[in-house]
């Protein structure tokens, strides 16, 4: 059973950053995955995925985020940096994982079956 662990969530102040790391534990992975990807949740609000990478290594960001936030993978490890955070951007913070290429067919977005449990990030002004 494939496990994602996220890490590295905290308080920052607007316009500060944060690295969060998502290790996943497991499974071996006999093949990469199709994407890992970072979504973010604010309570009473739907899911929103924030940027994705997929097996070829092209990236993928939402509107909101590119330009500012950096998606990056190292083996079982990805990674999340953001900069200029806002404190709109206060959410929970989940990695991602498709594993069966559903994403192909759905989109990234609509596409993971494994989900670590998140992390908090809170962005004060």
């Known amino acids: 059973q494939v496990q994602l662990a996220e890490s590295g969530g905290g308080s920052v102040q607007a316009g500060g950053s944060l690295r969060l790391a998502c290790a996943a534990s497991?499974?071996?992975?006999?093949?990469?995955?199709?994407?890992m990807a970072w979504f973010r949740q604010v309570a009473g609000k739907e899911r929103e995925g924030v940027a994705a990478i997929q097996m070829d290594g092209t990236l993928r960001y939402a509107d909101s985020v590119r330009g500012r936030f950096i998606i990056s993978q190292d083996q079982n490890t990805v990674y999340l940096q953001m900069n200029s955070l806002q404190p709109e951007e206060t959410a929970t913070y989940y990695c991602?994982?498709?594993?069966?290429?559903?994403?192909?067919?759905?989109?990234?977005?609509?596409?993971?079956?494994?989900w670590g449990k998140g992390v908090l990030v809170s962005v004060s002004s």
């Open positions: 991602a994982a498709d594993l069966r290429g559903r994403s192909a067919a759905v989109g990234w977005r609509h596409g993971m079956d494994y």
């Open positions: 497991g499974n071996p992975w006999s093949y990469p995955p199709y994407y």
